[in-house]
T-cell receptor
Framework: EAGVAQSPRYKIIEKRQSVAFWCNPI?????LYWYQQILGQGPKLLIQ????????DSQLPKDRFSAERLKGVDSTLKIQPAKLEDSAVYLC??????????FGPGTRLTVL | DQQVKQNSPSLSVQEGRISILNCDYT??????FLWYKKYPAEGPTFLIS?????DKNEDGRFTVFLNKSAKHLSLHIVPSQPGDSAVYFC??????????FGKGTKLTVNP
């Protein structure tokens, strides 16, 4: 069974630029999550989707971050404009409802 | 406000010995706890979990203990192997699927 796929694996941008990350969850997993992991911290949930509807986006900085999950499968997370403090690893995870979350390898973002 | 705390940033043990990783939580609404292992440049991998109705769950070399009254859980790895060297994250959830993670403990198992 294929795992959660993410791309790109690494991205370096300058502040005020925009960036987008892509995630393909495990086949059949209706729930998809985006996490931000800053160096030295644990992952922090940004947004949770159930199919293509948002369940929880309470910790998503909506002035600059946006996410969508069209057709209830793939998802993209966008940052526009990026700030220095957005430098982090962005992790995508998926799960069957109420079950264990499985993580992708993450995208390491560096904002200069 | 850190609801899940892993107070030891690092732990070093000898191969074959027991590794004990600790985790404390403050939110009494948490009812399900998980441990994830993370290697460099990879995403976290699920290791083991425990429901609040239990006080122990075992899977091979890995055992998780839960002390609800103390709001404390621990992960025991016996015997420890060099391949266990990784960062271990404790996570908790309660009432929803949202996971709250600790900061992680870096385990080094020396041959």
């Amino acid at each position: 069974e294929a795992g959660v796929a993410q791309s790109p694996r690494y991205k370096i941008i300058e502040k005020r630029q925009s960036v987008a990350f892509w995630c393909n969850p495990i086949s059949g997993h209706a729930t998809l999550y985006w996490y931000q992991q800053i160096l030295g911290q644990g992952p922090k949930l940004l947004i949770q989707f159930q199919n293509n509807g948002v369940v929880d986006d309470s910790q998503l900085p909506k002035d600059r971050f946006s996410a969508e999950r069209l057709k209830g499968v793939d998802s993209t997370l966008k940052i526009q404009p990026a700030k220095l403090e957005d430098s982090a690893v962005y992790l995508c995870a998926s799960s069957l409802a109420g079950k264990t979350q499985y993580f992708g390898p993450g995208t390491r973002l560096t904002v200069l | 406000d850190q609801q899940v705390k892993q107070n030891s940033p690092s732990l070093s043990v000898q191969e074959g010995r027991i590794s004990i990783l600790n985790c404390d939580y403050t939110n009494s609404m948490f009812d399900y706890f998980l441990w994830y292992k993370k290697y460099p440049a990879e995403g976290p991998t699920f290791l083991i979990s425990i429901s609040s109705i239990k006080d122990k769950n075992e899977d091979g070399r890995f055992t998780v203990f839960l002390n609800k009254s103390a709001k404390h859980l621990s992960l025991h790895i016996v015997p420890s192997q060099p391949g266990d060297s990784a960062v271990y994250f404790c996570a908790a959830r309660g009432g929803s699927e949202k996971l709250v993670f600790g900061k992680g403990t870096k385990l080094t198992v020396n041959p």
